[in-house]
């Protein structure tokens, strides 16, 4: 028809949506970091506004505004400032990725970056964390720390959880290690001072060893902890087991005077110092298996039980050399003992402050 003539009546036949699909674990991989306090930012070189709307379906903060980086200020201190109260920028360049993760370091923030193609190893290459995916440019998959072979973002919650159950579970078993050379530090130097014989045999010493420190220090290590990573990782063993060691020491030594003074022959004493150290020696082990659950307390029994097992079956008491003699020397090891792990409960307290700080 001529141009006059118009183009008549239009009849619609069909609709066509184009739209960028979302992963189906995005969104849930994306809460679990919100959860642990992880501030996420979406950088991409497309439209502002689209990235905001893929962005908002995978329940980012702030995708709502969403930035233009070509009106990015070039200042690193300026340009940290806006990362730190927005969290999506589009038509973002490879040189403002970069610029963007070390203006974060700036902030003293860690940094991960990932991505998949070429315009993203800058910033990968300059993150604390540079991860790739498996499917992504050779270029990037060769300066991530980290590739993510199948491609699954999803991934990323257990890989935080295995680096988290390492850090801690090694925190964790560092604790009652340190306290057990901080007892037998104390406990020689005592010694000497006193001119006495040193309160232990060398089977004393590993029968505890094994039982409060070697076996479950090897389930420990094993075990969940999702316990957040934080710096001062030599200050908090410290502040752990230096008291918890001083204690320890004090207690046995002490259980060790005792039986010596009121007549007790040194394999008695000995046997009951092995007692109360066992006992002390426990309470850190509890102490340092915080949070508790069935598991680790099942643990801590087992380990009670094979300790008592040892005390009253003669061939074993026998193999250690533990004899503890009067009954009434018993309760004085085992109250010393007690008294001690009470000591420690209430240390841990005093310096949890401090530890968490």
């Known amino acids: 028809p001529s141009?006059?003539?118009?183009?008549?009546?239009?009849?619609?036949?069909?609709?066509?949506?184009?739209?960028?699909?979302?992963?189906?674990?995005?969104?849930?991989?994306?809460?679990?970091?919100?959860?642990?306090?992880?501030?996420v930012k979406v950088i991409s070189g497309d439209n502002a506004t689209t990235v905001g709307a893929i962005a908002s379906q995978a329940g980012v903060p702030g995708a709502d505004k969403p930035i233009d980086a070509r009106t990015l200020p070039t200042d690193p201190v300026a340009l940290g400032e806006i990362l730190a109260t927005s969290s999506v920028f589009g038509r973002v360049t490879?040189?403002?990725?970069?610029?963007?993760?070390?203006?974060?370091?700036?902030?003293?923030?860690?940094v991960a970056m990932t991505g998949d193609g070429v315009n993203d190893v800058l910033a990968l290459k300059n993150a604390d964390l540079g991860i790739a995916m498996g499917s992504?440019?050779?270029?990037?998959?060769?300066?991530?720390?980290?590739v993510l072979l199948d491609d699954r973002w999803s991934v990323m919650p257990s890989v935080v959880a295995e680096g988290r159950r390492v850090l801690g579970?090694?925190?964790?078993?560092?604790?009652?290690?340190?306290?057990?050379s901080f007892y037998a530090?104390?406990?020689?130097?005592?010694?000497?001072?006193?001119?006495?014989?040193?309160?232990?045999?060398?089977?004393?010493?590993?029968?505890?060893g094994a039982l409060t420190i070697g076996?479950?220090?090897?389930?420990?290590?094993?075990?969940?902890?999702?316990?957040?990573?934080?710096?001062?990782?030599?200050?908090?063993?410290?502040?752990?087991?230096?008291?918890?060691?001083?204690?320890?020491?004090?207690?046995?030594?002490?259980?060790?005077?005792i039986?010596?003074?009121?007549?007790?022959?040194?394999?008695?004493?000995?046997?009951?110092?092995?007692?109360?150290?066992?006992?002390?020696?426990?309470?850190?082990?509890?102490?340092?298996?915080?949070?508790?659950?069935?598991?680790?307390l099942g643990i801590v029994a087992l380990m009670i039980?094979?300790?008592?097992?040892?005390?009253?079956?003669?061939?074993?008491?026998?193999?250690f050399a533990l004899s503890l003699g009067a009954e009434r020397y018993s309760a004085v090891a085992v109250g010393v003992g007690l008294i001690g792990a009470l000591l420690v409960w209430v240390a841990v307290i005093v310096t949890d402050r401090w530890r968490r700080a």
């Open 3 to 39: 141009a006059e003539a118009g183009v008549g009546v239009l009849t619609p036949v069909a609709l066509v949506v184009i739209d960028q699909r979302l992963r189906a674990d995005a969104a849930e991989t994306v809460r679990y970091f919100l959860e642990q306090g992880v501030s």
């Open 94 to 110: 490879p040189a403002q990725k970069q610029a963007m993760v070390d203006a974060l370091h700036l902030r003293d923030s860690t």
């Open 136 to 146: 992504g440019s050779g270029a990037t998959r060769a300066v991530a720390q980290l």
């Open 169 to 180: 579970n090694i925190e964790r078993v560092s604790d009652v290690f340190l306290t057990k």
């Open 185 to 208: 530090i104390i406990t020689s130097v005592a010694t000497g001072v006193f001119a006495v014989a040193f309160p232990f045999l060398p089977r004393h010493l590993s029968l505890i």
């Open 215 to 257: 076996i479950p220090g090897f389930f420990l290590a094993l075990m969940p902890n999702t316990e957040r990573f934080r710096p001062g990782f030599f200050r908090r063993v410290l502040l752990f087991s230096a008291p918890a060691g001083a204690i320890a020491a004090a207690s046995a030594f002490t259980s060790y005077g």
């Open 259 to 296: 039986a010596l003074r009121i007549g007790e022959p040194v394999p008695s004493a000995m046997s009951a110092a092995t007692v109360t150290l066992f006992i002390v020696t426990t309470a850190v082990l509890l102490q340092s298996a915080r949070p508790l659950n069935a598991i680790r």
């Open 305 to 319: 039980a094979i300790f008592l097992s040892v005390l009253y079956i003669p061939y074993l008491s026998n193999f």
